[in-house]
């Protein structure tokens, strides 16, 4: 009788082992292809495994019904699965007392330069303008809000457009045949002399001459991590060529610094327009000289002027909002900006001052600080140029920029018992996924930002948005796609 007692006890337990086995192995496969996951912030006691706690804590606070309560940007969230997705809809549901006017989320893309995708899930702006001004719809959710109506469809707009100077876009790819219509090549190198650490962008501009770059870098070895410097040059969105000085060394972290070398990107034969080239490098590298002999040469929102003991740095921007950083005591300090100062007072906390001069300069009086913005910044009026419309963001004055159409890739949220809903769409093909060995869940994980511009959790503005739910649906290949995919290879 005890033999029969435990011979049920072990068929119960293998049968409870295999149908946990079944059920992580069709958590992990996922034969449909399809899965969603939620974490409902509302329900105090419900929590998501796949769905991960809004981090940092000190921009978080918890409502007593569970929601959460955010009070400075930006602020993150991972999301686990047990297989790749290749696509993923965000929905979030919301509270925005205060009216925060720019609200946007995205997947973690590229670590090195901490890239994120961001698509909109709330725009002010637009939403106020779509109230006032004539709308016309295109395709899926496109766009076109007009001053004085002109145009009858998005694509009569596209294909006779307005001056770029009348245009702002919002998460629209807006291809644009940018010229300079009186540009001349000088035929002489351009140095800038200021050194420059981490990553950045800046646009050239070519006609009828050779594209040549040449910059020096060194190595700060504050971190282990590997130090590789890439140089991308783009062309329509297209990159078209790529220099790499990998990192040789042992991944010292002694905080000598070390000479990188030197990378030269030359191009003959180019077709007249606008070039980007990016550095991707992490903060342990440092642009010690670069020299163009292009005359036309803008950063893109952001550089970081490295020389701490540098003086009398002058920029031109174009930038709506311009902020300043410095992890430095020695380099806080008043900056000019056209006729307003801008107090740089505290270390590791973002200053801001909104601008709506077309252009204005930037005095500092000594470097390493962090500065950027929605523009483009140069280090001479001459080499001055943004081949880029106007972006719809939270700085912007419609009026005052002279705007009269803006297109835009956007949906306004809808309103359900007091929460505004909303979602966007993403391909996550290539977002960057961490990968804990001993993690349960860990082979497929992806950190979220959630962008808040203007929310700050050190001021004493009692500012804030309120979330109450955050689900994603994924999609992926299903179990008989990967089966035919693995046949069908050559």
Known sequence: MQKVFIWKIRLILWFALALLA???LYQGVRPSGQVSYSHDFSQKDKTSFFIGQLTPAERI???????QIVIGDPVYFSLRSLRNFSKAKITLKFQNPDDLPLIEIGPLVDKIIWRYDLKPLRNKTVDQLALVWPVIRGRGQEILLQRQ??????NEFLKNPPPLNEIAVYNYNFKNNYTL???QALGKEIAIKYSLRGTYQFYVYIKNEELNLQLAFSDLNKNKDSDQIELNLYYQDKLIDQKVLADTGAGADDGEKINRGKLELVEANLPEGVYKVE???NDDIITDELVSQQNKLSFINRLWLAGATEKNIELITDSNIINAQTINPASLQNIRIGNKDLNLS???QQFSLKNQENISSIKLAKGDVIISGNGVFSFSQDSFFNPIVKKVDSSIDINASGINYVLANYQTPSEQDGWQITEAEFDIANAYRESPRYQLGGTNKISWLISLPGLKAEDDIDDKIIIGEIKVDLQG?????????VFNRD
Do not use: C, H, Q
């Open 22 to 24: 079944g059920y992580l």
């Open 61 to 67: 606070k918890t409502n007593t019904n569970g929601s």
């Open 149 to 154: 109506k002109k145009y009858e469809t998005i």
């Open 181 to 183: 219509p009186d540009y």
């Open 279 to 281: 550095l991707r490098v």
């Open 346 to 348: 505290n270390t590791y």
């Open 477 to 485: 290949k299903s179990l008989w796609e990967k089966f035919k995919s």
